[in-house]
């Protein structure tokens, strides 16, 4: 075991679909002692841990990635990568009691669940009525080895006797073909075979097999180990490498944290978003998923419920953009290199999602064997919005390709090849800024002219000009500025409603929309302009329910939406400061950072009332608006320490 030390988690006690969100308290200046927890351990009342709740911690290795709740059961793992069939699914499997691992302590009483201090293992520790008390650490390993990085599709579950005579029993449920329960296996010597729909799962470990297979409790004299992963022996020790190999990884991420550029304000918050969206990342191909879930839904009942587990261009750029602020460019290299392979012939039109292995069919499917989170189905698999055509996916694309043009760190920068390979992206984005698309929101019943969607095709050609001007080629710079000034003038002209004072979601479209707070970001308006400022009065008048930015609030394909987009809340908070209410915007980040969960992250969309998190989780959208909030809103470290001087 590391000598780092778990952060500590605040207590959970409740439904998120039925009752308030505790709050966290809002970060400021850093710790000064960094290797101890930021506050005492939380006892948590066993009885009152909702396993179904999204109180879940992420752990990955960029190949794979699982959901560990606070009682240290695993409730999601799609295996051998991020879109696959779920080995474990309990997440999404309603009352049915199937698709998990868990340790069960006899006569539990508390439990503390946090993750080790910058890094994603998580470490959970039972206690039972006799004062028995056990630790469970679950992670994915990820270190360096033969010159190359070694992230195998595996979990390891450790498991301690921390004091008394704790009996336990292990319990191992998987699931294959969405839902399905692996009746068949087969014991070896030191391992079981789960078999199921072609898939085999194989359980590696120390432990008495036949306790596991039976579910037996037994009495936890020594240290154990689990291997979950491929059907390969597993070479050497198991206890010995598990215990390694969690060193290694524990070492690998908190060196990866040194290399980061934090702002002095909120850097808790800012690692745990920063690992998270790295865990977001297939780094064998670049592909950056929008989420590890499918099917949690927007709002309860809502049947909004949907299979984020690809690659959205739009997503992608705000997890690059928000990496790159912290130094973390490897990223984006990454990426671009996916990019370039989804989309072969840069000519042709952009898709807006595509899966994280290049050319898989994304058809949507709806997955019988799973009731769904909390009951509330359908589960979805695979994503129609792969048909859709969203014009801002070109903009995407150009604006996260732009840092490699000017940053000296990069050993391959990028240079006229590049640029000749985004200029035809650049073309087609000059070609359907005008024309009806499916929007940011990706609508399934109609189709508009979308603001948003036109001001990033402006973008897409701004910053092709800019590029070829860092560049010295003076001939691109005035192509594409030529093609950029006109469209930045029409967006503005029919964007503009003078009867409500605001920038609206679609060029001569009434309805008033959240994306427009972004147009002063991507800079197509300066933020001082009082049409922009007076936008974002109308937006926080008409937009806000209880406290929440509503992306919009007309009825949809659904009706109306119930919960509040949490990008849209970060959008705000950028946009007051850009027009300089600052104080306004860090009271407003704040309180969203009091609604993560009790592991740091966030999903999709709150309620505004219950202050619930729903939708796919943990949400690159959100966990990207953190650091991008953060590194706007934060003291600089030079002028803290000169007020504290003075």
Same mark, same amino acid.
């Not at 990426?335 to 994304?362: N, W």
């Not at 990033?456 to 070829?468: E, F, T, V």
């Given at each position: 075991?590391?000598?780092?030390?778990?952060?500590?988690? +605040?207590?959970?006690?409740?439904?998120?679909?039925?009752?308030?969100?505790?709050?966290?308290?809002?970060?400021?200046?850093?710790?000064?002692?960094?290797?101890?927890?930021?506050?005492?351990?939380?006892?948590?009342?066993?009885?009152?841990?909702?396993?179904?709740?999204?109180?879940?911690?992420?752990?990955?290795?960029?190949?794979?990635?699982?959901?560990?709740?606070?009682?240290?059961?695993?409730?999601?793992?799609?295996?051998?990568?991020?879109?696959?069939?779920?080995?474990?699914?309990?997440? *999404?499997?309603?009352?049915?009691?199937?698709?998990?691992?868990?340790?069960?302590?006899?006569?539990?009483?508390?439990?503390?669940?946090?993750?080790?201090?910058?890094? +994603?293992?998580?470490?959970?520790?039972?206690?039972?009525?006799?004062?028995?008390?056990?630790?469970?650490?679950?992670?994915?390993?990820?270190?360096?080895?033969?010159?190359?990085?070694?992230?195998?599709?595996?979990?390891?579950?450790?498991?301690?006797?921390?004091?008394? #005579?704790?009996?336990?029993?292990?319990?191992?449920?998987?699931?294959?073909?969405?839902?399905?329960?692996?009746?068949?296996?087969?014991?070896?010597?030191?391992?079981?075979?789960?078999?199921?729909?072609?898939?085999?799962?194989?359980?590696?470990?120390?432990?008495?097999?036949?306790?596991?297979?039976?579910?037996?409790?037994?009495?936890?004299?020594?240290?154990?180990?689990?291997?979950?992963?491929?059907?390969?022996?597993?070479?050497?020790?198991?206890?010995?490498?598990?215990?390694?190999?969690?060193?290694?990884?524990?070492?690998?991420?908190?060196?990866?944290?040194?290399?980061?550029? *934090?702002?002095?304000?909120?850097?808790?918050?800012?690692?745990?978003?920063?690992?998270?969206?790295?865990?977001?990342?297939?780094?064998?191909?670049?592909?950056? !998923?929008?989420?590890?879930?499918?099917?949690?839904?927007?709002?309860?009942?809502?049947?909004?419920?949907?299979?984020?587990?690809?690659?959205?261009?739009?997503?992608?750029?705000?997890?690059?953009?928000?990496?790159?602020? #912290?130094?973390?460019?490897?990223?984006?290299?990454?990426?671009?290199?996916?990019?370039?392979?989804?989309?072969?012939?840069?000519?042709?039109?952009?898709?807006?999602?595509?899966?994280?292995?290049?050319?898989?069919? #994304?058809?949507?499917?709806?997955?019988?064997?799973?009731?769904?989170?909390?009951?509330?189905?359908?589960?979805?698999?695979?994503?129609?919005?792969?048909?859709?055509?969203?014009?801002?996916?070109?903009?995407?694309?150009?604006?996260?390709?732009?840092?490699?043009?000017?940053?000296?760190?990069?050993?391959?920068?990028?240079?006229?090849?590049?640029?000749?390979?985004?200029?035809?992206?650049?073309?087609?984005?000059?070609?359907?800024?005008?024309?009806?698309?499916?929007?940011?929101?990706?609508?399934?019943?109609?189709?508009?002219?979308?603001?948003?969607?036109?001001?990033?095709?402006?973008?897409?050609?701004?910053?092709?000009?800019?590029?070829?001007?860092?560049?010295?080629?003076?001939?691109?710079?005035?192509?594409?500025?030529?093609?950029?000034?006109? #469209?930045?003038?029409?967006?503005?002209?029919?964007?503009?409603?003078?009867?409500?004072?605001?920038?609206?979601?679609?060029?001569?479209?009434?309805?008033?929309?959240?994306?427009?707070?972004?147009?002063?970001?991507?800079?197509?308006?300066?933020?001082?302009?009082?049409?922009?400022?007076?936008?974002?009065?109308?937006?926080?008048?008409?937009?806000?329910?209880?406290?929440?930015?509503?992306?919009?609030?007309?009825?949809?394909?659904?009706?109306?939406?119930?919960?509040?987009?949490?990008?849209?809340?970060?959008?705000?908070?950028?946009?007051?400061?850009?027009?300089?209410?600052?104080?306004?915007?860090?009271?407003?980040?704040?309180?969203?950072?009091?609604?993560?969960?009790?592991?740091?992250?966030?999903?999709?969309?709150?309620?505004?009332?219950?202050?619930?998190?729903?939708?796919?989780?943990?949400?690159?959208?959100?966990?990207?608006?953190?650091?991008? !909030?953060?590194?706007?809103?934060?003291?600089?470290?030079?002028?803290?320490?000169?007020?504290?001087?003075?």
């Amino acid at each position: 075991m590391s000598a780092a030390k778990p952060e500590t988690a +605040p207590p959970v006690a409740r439904k998120p679909a039925t009752s308030a969100r505790p709050r966290r308290r809002g970060q400021g200046a850093p710790s000064a002692a960094p290797a101890r927890p930021e506050t005492a351990p939380v006892i948590r009342d066993a009885r009152a841990i909702e396993e179904q709740a999204l109180e879940l911690a992420l752990i990955g290795n960029c190949r794979i990635a699982a959901l560990v709740n606070p009682t240290g059961r695993i409730v999601w793992w799609c295996f051998p990568r991020f879109d696959s069939d779920p080995v474990f699914s309990r997440l *999404l499997a309603g009352d049915e009691e199937k698709g998990f691992c868990d340790v069960v302590l006899a006569d539990m009483t508390k439990s503390t669940s946090a993750y080790v201090r910058n890094t +994603p293992i998580v470490v959970t520790e039972l206690e039972d009525a006799h004062g028995g008390r056990i630790r469970i650490t679950d992670f994915a390993p990820r270190f360096p080895l033969f010159e190359r990085t070694f992230r195998p599709p595996q979990i390891i579950r450790r498991i301690e006797p921390l004091a008394g #005579l704790p009996r336990i029993q292990i319990r191992v449920r998987p699931t294959h073909s969405y839902g399905i329960p692996s009746a068949g296996y087969s014991i070896g010597s030191n391992h079981i075979r789960y078999r199921g729909g072609g898939q085999v799962l194989r359980l590696s470990t120390d432990a008495p097999l036949s306790y596991i297979s039976q579910e037996v409790t037994f009495p936890l004299t020594r240290p154990l180990a689990l291997v979950f992963g491929d059907d390969e022996p597993f070479d050497g020790a198991i206890g010995q490498n598990a215990q390694e190999f969690e060193t290694k990884t524990c070492d690998f991420w908190q060196r990866w944290v040194r290399s980061l550029s *934090l702002p002095f304000e909120w850097q808790s918050a800012v690692i745990r978003a920063a690992i998270t969206l790295e865990l977001c990342s297939f780094e064998e191909t670049g592909g950056i !998923v929008a989420a590890h879930t499918t099917s949690i839904p927007e709002a309860p009942h809502s049947g909004r419920n949907w299979d984020y587990r690809y690659c959205w261009l739009r997503d992608a750029y705000f997890v690059v953009q928000a990496l790159n602020q #912290l130094s973390s460019t490897q990223t984006m290299v990454d990426y671009l290199d996916y990019v370039t392979t989804a989309a072969a012939q840069l000519d042709a039109p952009l898709g807006p999602v595509y899966s994280i292995v290049p050319g898989v069919s #994304l058809d949507e499917t709806v997955a019988k064997g799973l009731p769904g989170f909390l009951g509330m189905g359908p589960v979805r698999v695979g994503n129609e919005a792969a048909q859709q055509v969203q014009h801002d996916v070109y903009g995407s694309v150009v604006l996260a390709a732009t840092q490699m043009f000017v940053d000296e760190r990069l050993p391959r920068m990028g240079d006229e090849a590049l640029l000749k390979r985004l200029e035809p992206i650049g073309e087609r984005a000059f070609a359907s800024a005008f024309k009806p698309d499916a929007g940011i929101w990706e609508y399934r019943g109609r189709s508009r002219v979308h603001t948003h969607s036109a001001a990033m095709c402006w973008a897409a050609c701004d910053r092709l000009g800019q590029i070829a001007a860092n560049l010295g080629l003076a001939s691109r710079a005035c192509y594409w500025a030529r093609k950029a000034d006109p #469209l930045r003038k029409e967006i503005l002209a029919r964007a503009w409603n003078q009867r409500k004072g605001s920038f609206v979601g679609g060029l001569d479209d009434p309805e008033l929309d959240a994306s427009v707070l972004r147009l002063a970001e991507i800079g197509l308006i300066r933020p001082s302009d009082p049409r922009f400022v007076s936008t974002c009065d109308v937006v926080g008048r008409e937009l806000l329910r209880h406290g929440r930015i509503m992306r919009y609030t007309a009825d949809d394909d659904f009706g109306a939406p119930e919960t509040a987009f949490l990008a849209c809340n970060f959008w705000y908070i950028d946009a007051l400061a850009l027009i300089g209410r600052r104080d306004e915007a860090r009271a407003f980040f704040v309180d969203l950072l009091d609604r993560r969960n009790s592991f740091g992250l966030l999903s999709e969309d709150i309620h505004p009332q219950t202050g619930a998190l729903w939708g796919n989780f943990p949400q690159t959208y959100s966990m990207a608006g953190i650091i991008n !909030v953060a590194t706007r809103l934060s003291e600089k470290w030079e002028d803290v320490w000169c007020r504290v001087s003075s």
